[in-house]
């Protein structure tokens, strides 16, 4: 008897009137993860395709793990690198796991466990958007947040960000980015400064740095971003992403790597990614006109969470425009605002977090503007026929 015949002999149980039908959004949620549905339809057309949001959630998180991965082995070589501890790629890739593995279970533990709660309560279906989610967050954060302060972000981005509209697809802005504002307006000294993106660093008081000293450890290091410190790095470093920052928002390959599965397999709009890049550039070169020492344009690309927000955050196609003509304004607008932000505003240094939670309000806006237009547009060329 193979799995698809285990489940299907006790779906029964867990179906409305069984002994345990209170857990059917339960059931359903582990059944429809596992299998593709073995419904048929009798009559009409349906489209018969077996990838449904599930598949559409996996494959985003396939694409995250390029960057989860070198982020991992980034958490180690940057502690290493601030220690002086000369480690090798294991011992770097171990570190990098014991440090990002707690966020992980954190953000799946509560943000599931409230989808779980919530499903249960109003009898509906376990919203899949999850997923992605609580993988996104790890990785948009320091690697040294303290625990709790993830779990109370975490629940309030399931909660207030998201069941409050309805669930996955009703949101207006994108839940990940919600926590991540969240931490960063209430916790703002967890969430900046040098210390708090070389793992280990912020558990060191004077007492510590005088155990380095004695203990031949490098003092006086500098765990500075790029962001807050270009001259520091090289484009190549960002390129390749050996520099402190948040876990998956520093190397560009792997982010790029992700944006090709995303783009190959359409789950992601290339037209949003292309116009962010469009925006950034532009404003870059216009404020490097009126900055004198401003960075060159191309170099907003590699800094900072440029790249990873415009390839995975703001394609989040429940947030973003539906409409094409939308997507390429909205995409423009979200890699201009995050420059301008950094341009012009010397206490964020980042800018695409505000950048895309602007644009996510704006988003239905700028699809109702263009859906009018064409509209008109329609029925002035009717009236000229």
């Given amino acids: 008897m193979n799995a698809r015949n285990i489940v299907d002999k006790i779906k029964p149980t867990f179906e409305e009137g069984g002994k345990l039908g209170f857990l059917h959004s339960t059931f359903d949620a582990f059944e429809t993860f ?224 992700g944006a090709a599965i995303l783009i190959f397999t359409g789950v992601a709009s290339w037209k949003i990614m292309v116009s962010s890049v469009a925006g950034g550039l532009l404003v870059g070169w216009l404020g490097g006109l009126v900055i004198p020492d401003a960075v060159p344009c191309w170099y907003h690309l590699i800094m900072g969470g440029f790249l990873f927000g415009t390839v995975f955050m703001a394609t989040d196609p429940v947030t973003s425009c539906q409409t094409e003509c939308g997507k390429w304004i909205y995409g423009f607008l979200v890699g201009a605002l995050a420059v301008i932000v950094r341009l012009f505003n010397p206490g964020y240094a980042e800018g695409m977090m505000l950048a895309i939670l602007l644009m996510n309000t704006f988003a239905p806006l700028i699809d109702h503007c263009v859906i009018e237009s064409t509209l008109k547009k329609n029925a002035k060329k009717a009236r000229i026929a």
Avoid at 67 to 86: D, E, K, M, R, V
Avoid at 188 to 214: C, H, L, T, Y
């Fill in 34 to 257: 596992m299998f593709v549905p073995n419904t048929t339809t009798k009559t009409g057309a349906h489209v018969r395709d077996c990838v449904d949001i599930k598949r559409v959630m996996i494959i985003m998180v396939l694409a995250l793990v390029p960057a989860f991965l070198f982020g991992t082995w980034n958490i180690g070589y940057q502690h290493s690198l601030a220690f002086g501890l000369g480690w090798g790629f294991w011992n770097m890739i171990w570190y990098g796991l014991v440090k990002i593995i707690p966020l992980v279970l954190v953000t799946y533990i509560i943000g599931l466990g409230i989808e779980f709660t919530s499903a249960q309560i109003n009898g509906h279906e376990v919203n899949e958007g999850y997923l992605v989610t609580g993988f996104i967050l790890p990785l948009i954060v320091p690697v040294d947040v303290p625990l709790w302060m993830l779990a109370i972000a975490t629940a309030f981005a399931v909660i207030i960000g998201k069941e409050v509209f309805g669930g996955t697809g009703m949101n207006i802005w994108n839940p990940a980015l919600i926590a991540r504002a969240f931490l960063f307006f209430s916790y703002p000294s967890k969430m900046s400064g040098d210390s708090v993106w070389v793992g280990g660093v912020s558990r060191f008081n004077e007492i510590g740095k005088a155990w380095q000293a004695g203990n031949g450890i490098v003092d006086g290091f500098s765990g500075a971003t790029p962001l807050s410190d270009p001259a520091g790095y090289s484009a190549l470093d960002m390129f390749l992403g050996t520099v402190p920052g948040s876990v998956g928002e520093t190397s560009v390959i792997a982010i790029l790597i």
